[in-house]
T-cell receptor, first 110, second 114 residues
Framework: EDKVVQSPLSLVVHEGDTVTLNCSYE??????LLWYKQEKKAPTFLFML????IEKKSGRLSSILDKKELFSILNITATQTGDSAVYLC??????????FGAGTRLTVKP | EAGVVQSPRYKIIEKKQPVAFWCNPI?????LYWYLQNLGQGPELLIR????????DSQLPKDRFSAERLKGVDSTLKIQPAELGDSAVYLC????????????FGSGTRLTVV
């Protein structure tokens, strides 16, 4: 059965900390892995990863994919309170299917 | 460029009543998705359209849910009759065809069934 598993489910840190969010997957015909940030309702796109070992970076956020071990990590350095959100991992597979994980709820305290 | 527009933002109805949600995707996006998101869960696909054709509705509870995308542009999702367990956020997303560059999501409709 196709699945996407994120860990931890929730995380509480203080400003300035570095966090690592995990996403593992089992799908047929993998196409890409995507990370989204969801603050209130609409998830907003962060990264799309298709190749192993190539880090994608945007400011304090970075992500990398390991297609052999079937996982990805999302790193956030020097966290800020504005980083508090649910981070969703999604895997695109088959023709145009996408399966989401349950998300990691990150809370950054001042 | 306008994003994906959904309405209403919030809806409270009594159980057994009908309800409808509307979505206008980004202009030119052929693919439209309806997702259901329960509290503490990731979005789950209900139905995917390629233009006006529903190409994946395997997760849509067809006894009470229906959807349409006339003319391949905007779409409506209907529940009749609603049940307490339908309380959730209903998200619409669109993408330009078979691209996996990431969907663009609308703000969603939060449905509360009482």
């Amino acid at each position: 059965e196709d699945k996407v598993v994120q860990s931890p489910l929730s995380l509480v840190v203080h400003e300035g900390d570095t966090v690592t969010l995990n996403c593992s997957y089992e799908v047929t015909n993998f196409r890409s892995l995507l990370w989204y940030k969801q603050e209130k309702k609409a998830p907003t796109f962060l990264f799309m990863l298709t190749s192993s070992g190539i880090e994608k970076k945007s400011g304090r956020l970075s992500s990398i994919l390991d297609k052999k071990e079937l996982f990805s990590i999302l790193n956030i350095t020097a966290t800020q309170t504005g980083d508090s959100a649910v981070y969703l991992c999604a895997v695109a597979y088959n023709n145009n299917d996408m399966r989401f994980g349950a998300g990691t709820r990150l809370t950054v305290k001042p | 460029e306008a994003g994906v527009v959904q309405s209403p933002r919030y809806k409270i109805i009594e159980k057994k009543q009908p309800v409808a949600f509307w979505c206008n995707p980004i202009s030119g996006h052929n693919t439209l998705y309806w997702y259901l998101q329960n509290l503490g869960q990731g979005p789950e696909l209900l139905i995917r359209y390629e233009n006006e054709e529903a190409v994946d509705d395997s997760q849509l509870p067809k006894d009470r849910f229906s959807a349409e995308r006339l003319k391949g542009v905007d779409s409506t999702l209907k529940i009749q009759p609603a049940e307490l367990g339908d309380s959730a956020v209903y998200l619409c997303a669109s993408s330009p065809g078979h691209s996996t560059q990431g969907y663009t999501f609308g703000s969603g409709t939060r449905l509360t069934v009482v």
